[in-house]
């Protein structure tokens, strides 16, 4: 019983405390928009009485202050001035905000606010001046879209989606079915490329030029996860290069070499060519994968 006292006890105390609490808000807003707010003291140059004079309500100033005998005279603001506020101001204030480079007038300069501006379209408010919006990076999508206050959100591609460049687009592009296309999967998918079909698999013809074929060997090799010693290795057999690049540089440097390769001979398949170059990077593993999946009786091709 005891409890059940000591809980209704402090169940009335909160009750008070809001009450209280509420009371304040309504003391507060009336002193605010009450007749304080409204007037203001003022000395009449001719009596010296200590006067209460009516403010001039915004979009106006005072034309002349308050007298014993006459109420405060007030008079527009004339054009590129501004008052906001009740105010006993002599002049209203001049509309000094301009809007610089990448910005535009939100809101125009009237009798009662300065003018507005706020950032172009693609622009969001930086420390001192107007940023463009960011591009999300390949394998993210917009998730957020930038406004004049705020940059653009990125998140990642879902499952099964992917986005290859930069770009400004709330969704992913979906993957490439291979089966519905009548192919097979030659590289799966990522969030940052698309997946990669062919029908060589098994296929590859070692007498023959075949471009289709070339092509899934390359984007094959390309597409492997090799570490910086290993892609040191296949970049120097392929052409001479031994500066340790960084990955994305690295794997565009191969792409470019494995072409470059397919290229100097146009007449011959590339299989051939490449696998014994793979040998001599020691990348066997590589090279026997290839004959694997690209070969019907691998072990025929030396």
């Known amino acids: 019983q005891m409890i059940l006292q000591r809980n209704k006890m402090w169940v009335r105390m909160a009750h008070t405390s809001l009450a209280q609490l509420a009371l304040c808000s309504v003391i507060l807003a009336l002193a605010q928009t009450g007749p304080s707010a ?4 003022w ?4 009596t010296g009485e200590l006067l209460i004079c009516n403010k001039c309500q915004p979009g106006t100033s005072v034309a002349k202050h308050c007298t014993s005998t006459s109420p405060t005279q007030c008079q527009p603001c004339p054009d590129n001035h501004y008052t906001q506020y009740w105010n006993y101001l002599d002049k209203c204030r001049y509309c000094n905000v301009f809007c610089e480079d990448r910005e535009r007038v939100k809101h125009e300069c009237n009798a009662t606010h300065n003018r507005v501006c706020e950032c172009q379209p693609g622009y969001h408010r930086g420390i001192h001046f107007c940023v463009q919006h960011k591009a999300c990076d390949p394998g993210y999508r917009v998730s957020q879209e930038g406004t004049a206050e705020s940059n653009t959100e990125c998140a990642p591609c879902p499952a099964g989606t992917f986005a290859v460049h930069p770009s400004m687009e709330k969704n992913c592009r979906p993957h490439t079915n291979c089966s519905s296309l009548g192919l097979e999967v030659n590289v799966p998918g990522t969030t940052h490329h698309d997946t990669l079909c062919t029908s060589c698999l098994g296929h590859y013809n070692l007498q ?4 289709e074929c070339d092509q899934a060997v390359q984007d094959f090799v390309v597409h492997q996860k090799f570490g910086p010693r290993r892609i040191r290795r296949l970049q120097q057999s392929l052409n001479g290069q031994d500066k340790l690049l960084r990955d994305a540089e690295s794997y565009r440097k ?9 290229n100097s001979q146009p007449d011959k398949p590339f299989l051939p060519t490449l696998l014994p170059i793979l040998r001599r990077a020691g990348l066997d593993h590589l090279e026997e994968e290839l004959r694997i999946r690209f070969l019907q009786h691998h072990d025929s091709l030396m």
């Open 38 to 41: 409204l007037t203001y003291q």
């Open 208 to 211: 023959e030029v075949n471009a």
């Open 254 to 262: 191969l792409r470019n070499s494995l072409a470059q390769l397919r």
């Open 43 to 46: 000395k009449d140059s001719v």
